[in-house]
């Protein structure tokens, strides 16, 4: 048996959550005294040997061009058989956009049981339960999956990269690929910019920022903290920032390590996409302002007079000039 | 074309999050309960403008889950849709609700199958690529837009900093986010409509669940929050560096 967990590629590079999912399955597999394996789909720019170095003892690689588009019925077909060849009892994926398409997939297909917005490793010595966030992050609930083959996927910035040494196997396997039914027309990237939804800093500016015109605010901020952008719904429902930026209950869902918010209020709908962030800074005019209570740190004051000075005093530590 | 939406019925945004009997059940007392909000804003409206863009197509909802689920059945009818499902069952199975939702569309041949995002209780962005693999249908998640030509959709996807566009020719499962639609608030017409609208009850089919809760938690509580004057933003710097060790 093994632990199998899928690395997810884009443009030949090896996503980030995929080196969390590589050390979260290395560890479970550690936990279940077997041996961790990733799959790669497509051909990758990155050394796959390099890949031991998170705990995987063999790297399967599909090397096929066609498999540089992700389609989620073609991905399945060709996980499902990997699975099947490397007889996988636990499979791992990162909760992201890929993950939430393949992975119920795979559970029909395989017949495993799925937890998906995994946040810590499983509880193994009676059963085999996962803790996930429900509740838009108000709580957790231990899920026990019932079924032989278990598949988990993991959230982003839930578990720690570890590296440590060694060389991992590659393994070209050669797998019959069906013919892909989605046309891929266009893909449109913001180049340049930290993924918000894998970013461990981000800084994020509301309403009280008052126009689009001041967001340099925010932008300086991040690019002195080497952060992401995001902000709250009026400001995206303004077109002051776009969509894509826009956390919370009807947005993205992110947990960095640090969220810096801006001239936000905190209502109930924007936390539920940001209160699993690690630690979270609030800078509000407003000392009433409900974001405090989720806060760890704090300043009462204007932000177009403190932001500069934090944005200085962080180029400072950093010795940016 | 006939098509049919996934609707589920989940604790208002706003309740608070209590649980009971030893951790096991979600406390309901006093929760208000609403229509998913991405069932509801995204992919229900959207499935509502395609029915207005061609008169002819059929719109089915379904839901899994007991007759405390009728309200909001009934309120999304209030919206649009010809007619609803309910399948009887308080499964909280991923699996199991797929099947029993995967079922109902075999029988009736939708050509295009909506669900939201996720449930915002259970979190699970599960079902809908479940139903496409049961029915070994294309599954386009996390659509933030999509339109229709003949037989043909182009579907706007999320993905890592930035969207795709594919295209895709019916029969097709999509899941729904924000860009798709805009909210709206039922009219007088559609309420009284409603009520008179089928809302067939079927009773569950045989299926497997892989899984089970087992607990509840709620996270430990935030120490409070440690305010920094105005005039010391270095000082904040230094405990992000030096206490939360985040830059
Ligand atoms: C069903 C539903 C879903 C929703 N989904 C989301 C969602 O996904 N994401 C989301 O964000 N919202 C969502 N909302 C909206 C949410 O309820 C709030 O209205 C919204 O988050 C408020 O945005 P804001 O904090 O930027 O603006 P405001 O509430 O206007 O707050 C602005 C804040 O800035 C402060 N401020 C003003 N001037 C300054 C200054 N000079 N310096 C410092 N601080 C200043 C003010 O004190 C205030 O606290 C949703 C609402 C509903 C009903
Ligand atoms: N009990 C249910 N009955 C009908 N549809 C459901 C049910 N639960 C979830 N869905 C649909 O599946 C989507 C994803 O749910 P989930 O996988 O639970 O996050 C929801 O947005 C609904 O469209």
């Given at each position: ?39 790669v789909l497509g051909t990758v720019k990155d050394d796959l ?222 936390l539920a996409g940001v209160n699993r962030s690690k630690t ?42 | ?76 009818l209030a919206l649009g849709g010809d007619e609803a499902i ?162």
């Amino acid at each position: 048996m093994s632990v199998l967990i899928f690395l997810d590629q884009a443009d030949g590079n090896i996503k980030k959550n995929s080196f969390e999912a590589a050390s979260y399955g290395a560890k479970i597999a550690e936990n279940l005294n077997t041996s961790a394996e990733g799959i790669v789909l497509g051909t990758v720019k990155d050394d796959l040997t390099a890949l031991g170095k998170y705990g995987l003892k063999k790297v399967y690689n599909v090397k096929e061009e066609s498999l540089n588009n992700f389609d989620d019925q073609v991905f399945t077909q060709v996980i499902a058989e990997a699975a099947k060849k490397a007889d996988s009892k636990v499979i791992v994926f990162s909760n992201n956009f890929n993950g939430k398409s393949i992975a119920p997939r795979l559970s029909v297909r395989l017949k495993a049981g799925l937890v998906s917005g995994a946040t810590a490793l499983p509880e193994t010595s009676n059963g085999f339960k996962v803790k996930k966030s429900v509740f838009s992050g108000k709580a957790f609930a231990n899920i026990s999956i019932k079924t032989e083959i278990k598949i988990i996927s993991l959230n982003s910035n839930a578990y720690k990269i570890l590296e440590g040494e060694g060389l991992a196997e590659i393994e070209e396997l050669s797998v019959e690929i069906p013919a892909s039914k989605v046309k891929i027309k266009e893909v449109n990237k913001v180049s340049g910019e930290i993924p918000l939804s894998d970013a461990e800093l981000v800084v994020s500016g509301g309403r009280g920022l008052k126009g689009p015109e001041n967001w340099n605010l925010v932008t300086d901020l991040a690019k002195a903290l080497g952060a992401a952008t995001s902000c709250s719904r009026p400001v995206s429902d303004s077109d002051w920032r776009p969509h894509h930026e826009h956390v919370g209950q009807t947005g993205l869902t992110i947990a960095p390590n640090l969220y810096f918010a801006i001239g936000i209020s905190g209502a109930i709908q924007h936390l539920a996409g940001v209160n699993r962030s690690k630690t979270i800074v609030v800078i509000n005019k407003d000392p009433e302002a409900p974001f405090f209570k989720a806060a760890d740190y704090g300043i009462v004051g204007d932000a177009f007079e403190v932001v500069p000075k934090i944005t200085e005093a962080v180029k400072k530590l950093k010795g940016i000039s | 074309m006939k098509i049919l939406v996934c609707i589920s019925r989940t604790p208002d945004t706003t309740a608070k999050i209590a649980f009971t009997d030893n951790n096991t059940k979600f406390q309901e007392a006093g929760v208000q309960f609403i229509l998913n909000p991405y069932d509801e804003f995204y992919a229900l409206i959207r499935a509502i403008e395609l029915k207005e863009a061609d008169p002819s197509a059929i719109l089915h909802l379904i839901n899994v889950g007991g007759s405390e689920n009728d309200p909001i059945i009934r309120k999304a009818l209030a919206l649009g849709g010809d007619e609803a499902i309910r399948v009887n069952s308080n499964s909280h199975d991923d699996f199991y609700i797929a099947s029993q939702i995967a079922e109902v569309a075999k029988q009736n041949n939708y050509d295009l199958i909506f669900t939201g995002k996720e449930t915002i209780d259970y979190n699970g962005s599960s079902i809908g690529g479940m139903i496409a693999e049961l029915l070994n249908l294309p599954f386009i998640s996390l659509a933030t837009k999509f339109s229709l030509e003949g037989s043909t959709a182009t579907v706007d996807r999320e993905i890592e900093g930035g969207d795709e566009v594919d295209e895709v020719n019916l029969p097709l499962v999509v899941s729904c986010q924000k860009g798709m639609a805009e909210q709206r608030i039922p009219n007088m017409r559609g309420i009284m409509g409603a009520r008179t609208k089928p809302l067939k009850v079927l009773e569950p089919t045989e299926a497997g669940s892989f899984t089970e809760v087992s607990s509840f938690e709620l996270p430990p509580a935030k120490a409070g929050v440690k305010l920094i004057p105005a005039d010391q933003p270095e000082e904040l710097v230094r405990l992000l560096h030096e206490e939360a060790k985040v830059i």
